[in-house]
């Protein structure tokens, strides 16, 4: 099955800074990356996403790189805030499976006012 | 904004029990997945459920099992409880364009 693994595991960066996140995936047949932001006692909410025919896109603040070949992906955060400090997820799904999704262990994002 | 309900938000049962975790699907949503999260962890995939046909099933043993009604609510059922069952239990529905997730109920295992 796929396996997802996320770096770093914990980040902290200055306020105005960017924040990096990466994750890599094993299944070739993966074609939808979704990350997801998650608040202490939240549900998971969808920050952006990207399909395997895309190699960036990009939300104001928010971006997403994917190179299918090295089967690995990125978050990008410009201009952290302090409200961007919360827990993110990578997954990827794969094929036609609708929302069966296999997630990294997650990073523990702190932005320091 | 009707979005995923799951119930109950919190449950807290014995070693050995039963437990059945609900999930409603937001209107027009045909498939339910289920995931569990361990504290400190990323969600774990556990079923999927499209048009009442379980369509995919992750790494849990047979003391897991799941439904979908005919309505595309669906029902998680959990035996014979283990303390390492403690977790939140995410539910997640999808139209072809769309996942979103449920709050979740938190299980705790005593």
């Known amino acids: 099955g796929e396996n997802v693994e996320q770096h770093p595991s914990t980040l902290s960066v200055q306020e105005g800074d960017s924040a990096v996140i990466k994750c890599t995936y094993s299944d070739s047949a993966s074609n939808y990356f979704p990350w997801y932001k998650q608040e202490l006692g939240k549900r998971p909410q969808l920050i952006i996403d990207?399909?395997?025919?895309?190699g960036e896109k990009k939300d104001q603040r928010i971006a997403v790189t994917l190179n299918k070949t090295a089967k690995h992906f990125s978050l990008h955060i410009t201009e952290t805030q302090p409200e961007d400090s919360a827990v993110y997820f990578c997954?990827?799904?794969?094929?036609?499976?609708?929302?069966?999704?296999?997630f990294g262990t997650g990073t523990s994002l702190t932005v320091i006012p | 904004d009707a979005g995923v309900t799951q119930s109950p938000t919190h449950l807290i049962k014995t070693r050995g029990q039963h437990v059945t975790l609900r999930c409603s699907p937001i209107s027009g949503h045909k498939s339910v997945s289920w995931y569990q999260q361990v504290l400190g962890q990323g969600p774990q995939f556990i079923f999927q459920?499209?048009?009442?046909?379980?369509?995919g099933r992750g790494n849990f043993p047979d003391r897991f099992s799941a439904r979908q009604f005919p309505n595309y609510s669906s029902e998680l059922n959990v035996n014979a409880l283990l303390l390492g069952d403690s977790a939140l239990y995410l539910c997640a529905s999808s139209s072809a364009t769309a996942v979103t997730f449920g709050s979740g109920t938190r299980l705790t295992v005593v």
């Open positions: 459920y499209y048009e009442k046909e379980e369509r």
């Open positions: 990207i399909r395997s025919n895309v």
């Open positions: 997954a990827a799904s794969p094929t036609n499976t609708g929302n069966q999704f296999y």
